[in-house]
Structure formats: structure tokens, C-alpha cells
């Protein structure tokens, strides 16, 4: 509560301060804002910035607070823990602790594409890194419209808020920061305590230490994890950012006399630096991020969905027991095989590598999702099969789903197996695409590469 009422009273000087500089350049002419904004010390990026947190963000966090539940509590979080990399963990775990979330898909599209933050630390392009993480959050924002586009519109205003959040922070990137966040040089010097690693510091100062490399693009159901454990690379980076001032102690000079360009008679046979002399003591280590975590197997039955997680090396599972109502999840297995037998309503198969599974029918859809070297069997029927974010999928269908749509994006290496002559014919899905513009529309088709 008391940090709750230290946030309000922050944000009630902000407003006030907001709402006198809307009278003053109200006063002012037109031709005197550049003027007031460098008189007030406040660069035009911060301003941009400023604007986009009083119109974007506040607007997804009203629509938030209408929605209520579970999203509610999931920004609360996001607006009160410090520093970004402990609010990008929050986020996450709190995403995977309500798996069974009525919201679960709206959690999930903040929780994997909120490392967008971290686009501070990206260079020399952070816009496309945000669009990435945009993308991701997409993949979830669609299903919440599917669920929800004909019968209650406040879920279709939350979607648009919070999509509407990365979209003007490209634009903002674009604008202000289009190769990476940049430090004015001509203003006031920052300390090396506050300025941003890889910035530059102001005239007089030597140049920070370079940044760690960025952080890649996450796939879209890991974090369930963005990815479903923080990746080390990400903690890597949010630890060093976290050490403020520390991040340089392990730095040393290096005298003239010591640089092997300015003295050739130091450089070693084979092209190596012999050590100098001096001993130094080495700064202090970065954070070393914790060990996977090791989760207990699950294989039941939830409600109507069956939850098959954390199973390695079983080659004996079986759903026997089935109804046209139930859904099985399919999380975090490895080097195993699951079979089911009946009819299903859907099946997800969800951050899994080397794993088998064979299924009877299926009503709805069968997704793949974040995996990796899936073998699957339709013994019946299945309208669609959909494949995302993974890389190796083999798809063996019977006789009767040779009507199976199969919808595939950013992944790899996937074959579709056909029955032909009592056999199997292997067929690979395009992974390339030609798109044209034929006067009036653009026109994409498989891409035939030529040996």
C-alpha cells in the first residue's frame, strides 16, 4: 500500500506538471516551443517519449483496468516492480503461474513481447527488434479476437491499446533513435552511474565500455518463458545493465607503453599479447542467471483438458479416455511419445523436442508451436494442422485427413507424409516466398529454388 501511495502522489506531480506546461504553450507562440523545451533543459526525444507513455500506455492501462482480473493485476505488476529486467521476469512468471487463466491469451501477449523494453540496449537497429516482439504478441492478440470480436468489444479495445503501444514506440524509434538510443553530447555531462551502457557520456569522459550483444528475438511461446524461462543472454544483459556504476570497475588503464600497436616488440610469436606484469584484480562478476528449473512431470486430466508436461523419455503414454469436449495441452516434453485415442476437440503441442504423437481424430486443430523434430500421426481426421516458430515437423496423414488444411509460419524443415501405393510419400512444405504486385494487389506464391 505504501508503494501504491508513493506511485499515486508521483503520478498526481506529474499530471500537474503536464497540465502547466499545456498553459504555458498555450501562452507561448508557435515559433517559441523549441525554445521553451531547451530553456526547461528537456530534449525533443524525451518530450516524444513523454507523449507516447501520457497517450498509448495510459490508454492500454484504462482499457486494462476495464477488463479487470487477471490483466488488470498482470500491468499492475509491470507498473510498480523495478528494475525493467524484474519487471519483464514478473510479468512472465506471472503469465505462467495462471495458466488456467479465463485471460490466459491476453497475458500471454504481454508476456511475449515485453522484453521489448529492452530496446535500449539494442543497436544499431532497436525498431526492427520491437516490431519482432510486436509480431509476438500479435500471434496472441488474434486469438483473443477470435474469442472475443463478436461478443464482447472492451477485449477488441484492449487488443488495439496495446498493439497501438509498440506501434508508436517504432515510430518513436524512428524518429529519435533509429540506430540506437542516442546521448546528447552538447547538454548537461551525465555521470557514468546514470548514463545508459554504450552511450556517450559527454565531452571530458572516456567512452563506456560497448554493450553486451542484444538479445535475439524471442520465440512466441517460450515463457511460457518470452521464452518460458528468462533466456541467459537476456538475464546476461539485464544484470550488467542492473549494475549501474559497477559495470566499469573491471576496467583498467592501460598505459602507452603497454599497447602492442605502439610497440611491435610486444607482440608474442603467433600473433598473441603476452600478459603484462602487473596483476590486476578483476571486477565483479555479473550475476550468473539460476539453472533451469527442474518441474515435476504432469499427466492429467484438468477440467476438460489434459495437461501432458515436463515428461522425458516415455515412449509409453496414452490418452485412452477422451470426449469431443476435451483439449490436450502438450508442454515442455522431450524425447518422448504420446498417443490418443478417440475423438478430441484440439490438441497443443507446445515447446517440445523430439516427440512422437499419434492421434485419432481431431474436430478443431492440431498446433505446433516453439518445437523442435516432431513426428505426428493422424490415424482419422483433423481439419487443420498448424505449424509455428518450429524447426523440423514431420506430418503422416491418413487416408481420410487428405483434406487437412496445414498452416505453417516462421519454421523449418516440415514434410507432409501421403499415403500412396501402401507407402508413405514424402512431400516439403515451401519454406520460401515470391510476392509480386500485379497491378492492383500483391500476389504471394512458393518460391522454387533452382539448383
Request: glycine residues 6%; charged residues 25%; aromatic residues 6%.
Amino acid at each position: 500500500m505504501a508503494e501504491m501511495q508513493g506511485l499515486m502522489e508521483r503520478l498526481e506531480r506529474v499530471v500537474g506538471r503536464l497540465e502547466s506546461l499545456s498553459a504555458e504553450s498555450r501562452r507561448c507562440p508557435l515559433d517559441c516551443g523549441e525554445m521553451n523545451s531547451a530553456n526547461r533543459g528537456v530534449a525533443p526525444s524525451v518530450e516524444a517519449f513523454d507523449k507516447l507513455v501520457n497517450s498509448m500506455v495510459a490508454e492500454f492501462l484504462r482499457k486494462s483496468r476495464v477488463l479487470a482480473g487477471d490483466v488488470e493485476t498482470h500491468n499492475d505488476a509491470a507498473a510498480l516492480l523495478k528494475p525493467i529486467s524484474e519487471k519483464i521476469q514478473e510479468i512472465q512468471a506471472f503469465r505462467e503461474s495462471n495458466r488456467g487463466s479465463a485471460m490466459f491469451n491476453h497475458l500471454s501477449a504481454v508476456s511475449e513481447s515485453i522484453p521489448a523494453l529492452g530496446w535500449v540496449a539494442v543497436s544499431p537497429k532497436p525498431g526492427p527488434y520491437v516490431k519482432e516482439m510486436n509480431d509476438a504478441a500479435t500471434f496472441y492478440t488474434n486469438r483473443v479476437l477470435k474469442d472475443y470480436k463478436h461478443s464482447d468489444s472492451r477485449h477488441v479495445d484492449w487488443v488495439k491499446s496495446y498493439l497501438d503501444i509498440w506501434s508508436e514506440l517504432q515510430a518513436y524509434i524512428k524518429e529519435h533513435h533509429t540506430t540506437g538510443l542516442t546521448w546528447s553530447t552538447t547538454g548537461p555531462v551525465a555521470s557514468t552511474a546514470s548514463a545508459p551502457s554504450g552511450l556517450s557520456t559527454g565531452p571530458g569522459l572516456p567512452p563506456p565500455p560497448p554493450p553486451p550483444p542484444p538479445p535475439g528475438p524471442p520465440p512466441l511461446f517460450e515463457n511460457e518463458g518470452r521464452k518460458e524461462e528468462s533466456s541467459p543472454s537476456r538475464s546476461a544483459l539485464f544484470a550488467q545493465l542492473n549494475q549501474g556504476e559497477a559495470i566499469a570497475k573491471g576496467l583498467r588503464h592501460v598505459a602507452d607503453d603497454q599497447k602492442t600497436h605502439k610497440n611491435p616488440s610486444l607482440r608474442a610469436p603467433g600473433g598473441q599479447t603476452p600478459s603484462p606484469a602487473k596483476s590486476y584484480t578483476p571486477g565483479p562478476k555479473s550475476p550468473q542467471p539460476h539453472p533451469p528449473q527442474r518441474h515435476a512431470p504432469v499427466f492429467e486430466l484438468e477440467g476438460k483438458k489434459w495437461r501432458v508436461e515436463y515428461q522425458e523419455e516415455r515412449d509409453d503414454l496414452v490418452i485412452s479416455e477422451t470426449e469431443l469436449k476435451q483439449v490436450a495441452y502438450i508442454f515442455k516434453c522431450n524425447k518422448s511419445t504420446l498417443q490418443i485415442k478417440g475423438k478430441i476437440n484440439s490438441i497443443i503441442l507446445d515447446n517440445c523436442k523430439k516427440f512422437g504423437l499419434v492421434f485419432d481424430n481431431v474436430v478443431g486443430i492440431v498446433e505446433v508451436i516453439n518445437s523442435r523434430d516432431i513426428q505426428m500421426q493422424v490415424m482419422g481426421r483433423v481439419p487443420t494442422i498448424s505449424i509455428n516458430k518450429t524447426e523440423g515437423c514431420h506430418v503422416y496423414l491418413s487416408e481420410e485427413a487428405l483434406d487437412c488444411e496445414i498452416v505453417s509460419a516462421t519454421s523449418s524443415e516440415m514434410n507432409v507424409l501421403v499415403p500412396q501405393a501402401g507407402d508413405y510419400r514424402e512431400f516439403p512444405v515451401p519454406e520460401q516466398f515470391k510476392t509480386i504486385w500485379d497491378g492492383s494487389k500483391l500476389v504471394t506464391e512458393p518460391a522454387e529454388i533452382m539448383a
